[in-house]
């Protein structure tokens, strides 16, 4: 081998080396005790209507805010798939989450683009007004990551159990739709909910593996973690941060 072999082989040993350090390197997350907001967004490829809302939320990805004050989220759902288009981002339970929410009385109906702003209906939206300001102090969610497996405490115990709701982010896609309401049109999304699982505990504190998801067309990675009480949509308290690739 020559010396450029050499060199070059070295090199690549050290990169190695470096990203098996990087993801043994324990990700940490912490809110404040400044109430962060849950943004949801409800969407769907097959809406004609969604792409502007989508493309709202898009912005925040280069928002100072973001993660800091804002843990924005986009819940496809699949209740438009009849239509003639299947958003492959869509799954039954965020519909159900949506419903969820409309039978607890968040929101006043089912429908897309609907937002959804720390547990409650916001339309503010469909006149471009501010996201509305939050100035609650709700105690800290912090979290770490090692590996694949997060720990997790909320320091407000509450009386009637918390769930701790984990969803992994994809975001910089693009799809492509063929058929239905926005045939030939090329989509990006960003904050997409890949996965959501929820774990309940009476100590507001948690040992759990992130869920699993596919990798493939997703550009980039996000963790979201908020807390609510058990049995209701409302967080008391939300975290997040970008998550490699490695960690999946």
């Known amino acids: 081998m020559g010396l450029k072999g050499i060199i070059g082989l070295h090199a690549l040993l050290i990169c190695s080396l470096s990203s098996a350090v990087l993801a043994d390197e324990p990700l940490r997350f912490s809110s404040g005790e400044q109430q962060v907001q849950l943004l949801e967004l409800y969407t769907s490829q097959g809406c004609s209507s969604c792409p502007p809302a989508e ?29 003639g288009w299947r958003d492959v981002y869509a799954n039954s339970q965020f519909s159900n989450r949506q419903r969820l929410h409309r039978g607890a009385g968040n929101v006043a109906s089912v429908y897309t683009p609907g937002f959804v702003v720390n547990g409650k209906e916001w339309k503010g939206w469909f006149s471009r007004d501010p996201l509305p300001k939050i100035v609650a102090q709700s105690g800290v969610l912090s979290a ?17 159990g918390l769930a701790l709701n984990v969803a992994v982010l994809g975001c910089e896609i693009d799809s492509t739709i063929a058929a239905g309401e926005n045939a030939g049109r090329k989509l990006q999304h960003e904050f997409v909910v890949l996965a959501h699982d929820r774990h309940v505990s009476d100590s507001g504190k948690w040992q759990v593996l992130l869920p699993e998801v596919e990798t493939g067309q ?5 963790l979201a973690l ?11 308290q939300a975290t997040g941060g970008w998550l490699p690739r490695e960690r999946l």
């Open 55 to 83: 493309n709202w939320l898009n912005k925040l990805i280069s928002d100072k805010r973001l993660w800091k004050d804002i843990v924005p989220m986009a819940f496809h759902v699949d209740y438009w798939d009849y239509l």
């Open 218 to 222: 997703v550009g980039k990675f996000a």
């Open 226 to 236: 908020w807390v609510s009480p058990v049995g209701k949509q409302q967080p008391l």
């Open 144 to 160: 770490e990551l090692q590996q694949n497996q997060l720990t997790a405490s909320y320091s407000n115990i509450q009386d009637t």
